[in-house]
């Protein structure tokens, strides 16, 4: 075949259509992260966000700029609907929610009881409990009525317990994800 037919015949499709699906098959993973970035949610790095945590603790920061920056962290990685932080009184007797990030704010809600079962339940294990899982539906239909309200009041989706030497100190509440997708493994890690 003379080089003319080459370029503007058959051959010349294949490589105008071979080209671009090479080059969309060398570049996958930054499409496919410009698209998650893009459309559902940003990638996140899970040392990304804990160096930025301790860059604020090294900085001298108090209390409230720390929460307030972790909330801004957590909300930015995972996109929930809203997203509290609850934190134990000086009494140690209930949780008080401290600080909030909501798309629409929330009725006032109750503080949650330390000596309820809930809270024992979430004292037990450092592991966040995914409300609507499978595995934890029917151990959360168990829970005393005040509870279970307490639970549908704050609309939660994911409770992230902090703990200090195996003692609840505080309480992360996060909404469904504005996406509707379930919190994966990684997410709760």
Known sequence: DSLAVLLTGTPAIYVLLILPLVLVIRYRKRLLEALDRRFFREQYDAR???????????????MLALSRAALDEIDRALHPKHLSLWQLDPEAAALHRGFSRSESEMSLVEPLSTTGTLATLLSADDDPLDVYSRNTRGLLQRLPEPEREWLATTEAYLLVPLLIERRLVGLMVLGERKSEEPYSREDRE
């Open 48 to 62: 990304h966000l804990l160096l930025h945590v301790v860059s604020i603790i090294r900085g001298g920061s108090d």
